[in-house]
């Protein structure tokens, strides 16, 4: 909950928005992963009727390393609050990896 930013105001919001709408494609990306959730917004999309994705498995893979496998219903899939939890509890990268398992 530390990681998690204070609620804002939808004047806030729209603010957050226009500025973000003046960058360019890369650094919208940037911008978007790096704001912090609010402990509201993070709870919502983790509700079962908004969450895409089902927790599968974790899997150490060295000293610094662990890999989190998910299952998800189809591709694309919205996975900004597990991206999100991932690095307020540490992680210093997350990367997503697509793989088709029959």
Do not use: I
Request: hydrophobic share 50%.
């Amino acid at each position: 909950m530390q990681g998690c930013a204070g609620e804002v105001s939808s004047e806030q919001d729209t603010e957050w928005l226009a500025w973000w709408r003046g960058l360019d494609a890369e650094a919208r990306v940037r911008a978007a992963r790096e704001r912090p959730w609010s402990l509201a917004d993070w709870l919502h999309w983790l509700q079962p009727e908004e969450r895409q994705w089902y927790w599968w498995d974790g899997v150490r893979r060295g000293a610094h390393e662990v890999l989190v496998l998910v299952e998800v219903p189809g591709w694309p899939v919205a996975l900004g609050a597990l991206e999100w939890l991932l690095r307020v509890a540490g992680a210093e990268s997350v990367s997503v990896a697509e793989s088709l398992v029959r």
